[in-house]
């Protein structure tokens, strides 16, 4: 299976600062399918991102998803603090579909 | 508005069986993918399997084949996550989640929180 590995563990951040989240997988992810999803205490994650470069409904235009291949990342530019919270990356390029293990942004 | 409703928290003893629900709504059930993802304490998430209702296409995991059934009934807009022998290892929060794809996961639930302890 895919193993993807997100860095940094934990990003300490003041609003309005640039954050970015990488993720890198241990193979190719086909088709660059790799979605992003947000997670706050106590609530179920949300998809933020999808396709590594779409946004979800609802999304609002500071985040952004890039890269391909087997690097991927998701840029929060100007954080809002309804933004501080754990983000997880999934691929689903290939079966079993894999997360990675988390980037909490925090302030 | 797309709503999925998870039934509530369970506690269990190691070697119950267990049943789980979520019930959609807000879309047409039969035309989107709804499986199971686990997150375990303060950790991260695992894609168990997912079920098409269209046509009771079913996808799993290998690392959860065998061990939990997800099964639908169209009739009640709802999909089910069950284990025949509970372990300790069990011990998690379960979301439902919808995908139109069958690949990411559009909406999630609330969760269901199964402690199994002896």
């Known amino acids: 299976e895919i193993v993807l590995t997100q860095s940094p563990g934990t990003l300490s951040l003041s609003p309005g600062e640039r954050a970015t989240l990488s993720c890198r997988a241990s193979?190719?992810?086909?088709?660059?399918?790799v979605a992003w999803y947000q997670q706050k205490p106590g609530q179920a994650p949300r998809l933020v991102m999808y396709?590594?470069?779409s946004r979800a409904v609802g999304i609002p235009d500071r985040f952004s998803g890039g890269g391909s291949g087997t690097d991927f990342s998701l840029t929060i530019s100007g954080l809002e603090p309804e933004d501080f919270a754990v983000y997880f990356c999934?691929?689903?390029?290939?079966?079993?579909?894999?997360f990675g293990q988390g980037t909490k942004v925090e302030i | 508005e797309v709503q999925l409703l998870q039934s509530g928290a369970q506690v269990k003893k190691p070697g119950e069986s267990l049943k789980i629900s979520c019930q959609g709504s807000?879309?047409?059930?039969?035309?989107?993918?709804i499986g199971w993802v686990r997150q375990m304490p303060g950790k991260g998430l695992e894609w168990m399997g997912i079920l098409y209702p269209g046509d009771f296409d079913t996808k799993y995991s290998p690392s959860f084949e065998g061990h939990v059934t997800i099964s639908a009934d169209r009739s009640i807009n709802t999909a089910f996550l069950e284990w025949s022998s509970l372990k300790a290892s069990d011990s998690a929060i379960y979301y439902c989640?919808?995908?139109?794809?069958?690949?990411?996961?559009?909406?999630w639930g609330q969760g269901t929180l199964i402690t199994v302890s002896s």
């Open positions: 193979q190719r992810v086909s088709d660059d399918y």
């Open positions: 807000g879309y047409t059930f039969r035309d989107y993918w």
């Open positions: 999934q691929q689903y390029g290939r079966s079993p579909w894999t």
């Open positions: 396709g590594a470069s």
């Open positions: 989640v919808i995908s139109g794809w069958g690949a990411y996961f559009d909406y």
